[in-house]
C-alpha cells in the first residue's frame, strides 16, 4: 500500500465517522479491498544503479540497522494491537481492570474454547493499513538488493549473507500473513481464531527479524572496527 492509498483510506476513516456502526464497517471494508488491490499511484523509491551503487560508510550503514529497529518495533506493536483486538472479551462488573497493555504476545494468551467479542472491522483495517506501507518498504529494500546487489567488504559480504537470506524469508512470511489476514477481515469466518493466529505469526516474525538486525549490528560494527584498527596499524 502506498503513501497516497494509505491517505485516502485515512481520510475515508474520518469521513465515515458519523455513519451508522454497520454501514461504516462496510464501507471501510470496501475502501480497504480497494487500497490493498489497486494498482495506481504505485510508490516510487529510487532504485540504484550501476554508476551509482557505492559502498556505504560505515556510519551510514550502522545508522541503517539502527532506524530498522524502530520499523521493526512498529510491526511487533501492529500485530500486538490485531491480536488484541480479536481476543477482546466481555468485561464483567468487578473484574480486574487491566491498567497496562500488554507489550508481548504469546500463544500462551490465545484460548480457542473461549468466547471472544466480534472484532471491530474499523479498527482491524486502522492497525492493517498501519502495518501495510512498513512492509511493503522492507519488501522494496530486499527487491532492490536483488535487483541491484549490494556493495560491501568481502569479508563482511560473506558474514551477513545467511543473515540476510532469514531475513528475505522473514519478510516475505510477514507479507502473506498480511494477505491472509486481509481475507479473515472480510467475510465473517464465525471464530477470531484465525485472526489472532496471524497476528501471532507476524508477531513471532517481527521478533525473528529483531534478533537478525540485532546480530548483524554486532557483526558489522565489529568488522568495522577491526578494519579501522588493521587501517590505522599499516600507517
Known amino acids: 500500500m502506498n503513501t497516497r492509498q494509505v491517505t485516502t483510506l485515512?481520510?475515508?476513516?474520518?469521513?465515515?465517522?458519523a455513519l451508522e456502526p454497520d454501514a461504516r464497517a462496510d464501507e471501510l471494508e470496501s475502501a480497504a479491498k480497494s487500497a490493498r488491490h489497486s494498482t495506481e499511484h504505485q510508490m516510487i523509491l529510487r532504485r540504484r544503479t550501476v554508476d551509482?551503487?557505492?559502498q556505504l560508510k560505515p556510519e551510514e550503514m550502522l545508522s541503517d540497522l539502527r532506524d530498522t529497529r524502530l520499523s521493526i518495533g512498529q510491526v511487533k506493536q501492529q500485530a500486538i494491537n490485531l491480536f488484541l483486538e480479536a481476543t477482546r472479551v466481555v468485561v464483567k462488573p468487578g473484574d480486574i481492570p487491566l491498567h497496562v497493555?500488554?507489550?508481548?504476545?504469546?500463544a500462551a494468551m490465545l484460548d480457542e474454547k473461549k468466547s471472544y467479542m466480534a472484532p471491530r472491522k474499523d479498527w482491524l483495517i486502522f492497525y492493517m493499513n498501519t502495518l501495510e506501507p512498513i512492509i511493503q518498504l522492507l519488501t522494496d529494500d530486499i527487491n532492490d538488493v536483488d535487483t541491484n546487489g549490494r556493495k560491501v567488504p568481502p569479508n563482511i559480504e560473506a558474514k551477513i549473507n545467511p543473515l540476510w537470506k532469514t531475513w528475505q524469508i522473514d519478510v516475505r512470511a510477514i507479507n502473506k500473513s498480511l494477505d491472509e489476514m486481509q481475507e479473515l477481515i472480510g467475510p465473517d469466518c464465525g471464530t477470531n481464531i484465525p485472526l489472532a493466529k496471524t497476528a501471532l505469526a507476524i508477531y513471532n516474525r517481527a521478533l525473528d527479524l529483531e534478533k537478525v538486525r540485532y546480530q548483524a549490528y554486532e557483526m558489522m560494527s565489529q568488522e568495522y572496527v577491526s578494519m579501522e584498527q588493521h587501517h590505522s596499524d599499516r600507517h
Open 52 to 54: 551509482d551503487q557505492q
Open 101 to 106: 497493555s500488554p507489550t508481548v504476545i504469546t
Open 10 to 17: 485515512l481520510s475515508t476513516i474520518v469521513l465515515l465517522g
